[in-house]
């Protein structure tokens, strides 16, 4: 299977498990890391809205765990006609964990329909090389 074709089936598949009964909105991600290994996550809403997971926080989160700390690339899937790309607190946690180069891929059901740069959706970001000046 094309590796793309492969994060899109994981984000896919993730997006079916998604927690989202206020919103209705399902989320699916998946994360390439340096070992080629894909993980995924999904968006679990709470009633305390703040307190919700977003479907890429999930699939970094699961990367982490397996010991990994370097993505390669991302798969966003939502449904919709807008694209569904990261939000500004996710372009932050994957920059904290991949180049800026890194390629962040939006999808809808019917595939993949935009590429970006982790630099274009954030640039002049924060991260491992260039720390908040108050840390």
Not at 46 to 56: D, F, L, R, S
Not at 124 to 133: D, I, L, M, T
């Amino acid at each position: 299977m094309d590796p793309l074709e492969a994060l899109f089936s994981a984000a896919a598949a993730a997006r079916e498990n998604a927690y989202a009964p206020y919103s209705g909105f399902r989320v699916g991600a998946a994360v390439r890391s340096a070992s080629g290994t894909i993980y995924v996550g999904t968006n679990v809403e709470n009633a305390a809205y703040p307190v919700g997971t977003c479907a890429e926080a999930g699939a970094i989160a699961a990367m982490v765990v397996a010991g990994e700390t370097h993505i390669v690339e991302i798969l966003v899937i939502g449904e919709g006609e807008a694209l569904v790309t990261p939000c500004g607190a996710c372009r932050q946690r994957i920059r904290e964990l991949a180049r800026g180069t890194a390629a962040i891929h939006v999808a809808g059901p019917s595939g993949v329909r935009a590429t970006f740069s982790l630099d274009s959706l954030l640039p002049e970001a924060f991260g491992p090389s260039r720390p908040h000046p108050g840390s």
